[in-house]
């Protein structure tokens, strides 16, 4: 069994020399689903928040706000992060990638989205977007997981809804989908 980290990395210590005072505002420059954005915001600004309210990309979701859940899953420079936990200022310089930016297009889903879809790997949908971005990780990492290893791989995501067994399916399915585009 391949062993994987299924926990989202810890948040990096902020630059010492950062001015985190009250009311300081720093400029941050960070590539969000591949475009260029700039942000406003003082160095205490969570990335969700920076997300969610300045770009209006309302698909990363808060829920427990003390990196427990998983509903705001992003990924930073590929690696899947806790949002709430992250500062909006750790992500100057870097890239960000949200449930906003999965799909190729406005028209077609992406391979994992269309397993989720099909497998009716979500209820409310509350997880969903930090569980597909969590998946899209865990699938580059292993491709053709076992049930087991699937179980493991998403583990720092919650779902108080499905009791995951459609969600290992769908993402059983989307290792499925994926290979076969390698394959083609």
């Known amino acids: 069994m391949t062993q994987l980290d299924s926990r989202a990395p810890e948040t990096e210590l902020l630059d010492p020399e950062l001015d985190t005072a009250p009311g300081t505002v720093h400029e941050v420059v960070v590539t969000v689903n591949g475009r260029s954005r700039r942000i406003s915001c003082e160095a205490r600004k969570s990335l969700a928040d920076a997300l969610r309210q300045d770009l209006r990309l309302t698909g990363?979701?808060?829920?427990?706000?003390?990196?427990?859940?998983?509903?705001?899953?992003?990924?930073?420079?590929?690696?899947?992060?806790?949002?709430?936990?992250?500062?909006?200022?750790?992500?100057?310089?870097?890239?960000?990638?949200?449930?906003?930016?999965?799909?190729?297009?406005?028209?077609?889903?992406?391979?994992?989205?269309?397993?989720?879809?099909?497998?009716?790997?979500?209820?409310?949908?509350?997880?969903?977007?930090?569980?597909?971005?969590?998946?899209?990780?865990?699938?580059?990492?292993?491709?053709?997981?076992?049930?087991?290893?699937?179980?493991?791989?998403i583990s720092s995501s919650l779902c108080r809804c499905t009791g995951y067994q459609f969600i290992v399916d769908a993402v059983m399915d989307a290792a499925d989908r994926l290979s076969g585009e390698q394959d083609q």
């Open 60 to 153: 990363t979701h808060i829920g427990c706000e003390q990196g427990v859940c998983g509903a705001c899953t992003v990924q930073l420079d590929g690696r899947t992060v806790r949002s709430c936990l992250t500062l909006a200022v750790q992500a100057d310089g870097r890239e960000v990638a949200t449930i906003e930016g999965v799909a190729p297009d406005t028209d077609t889903l992406h391979p994992i989205q269309e397993a989720f879809r099909a497998q009716q790997g979500m209820q409310c949908g509350f997880c969903t977007p930090g569980m597909v971005l969590r998946t899209q990780e865990f699938l580059a990492q292993n491709p053709r997981p076992t049930r087991d290893e699937v179980r493991e791989g």
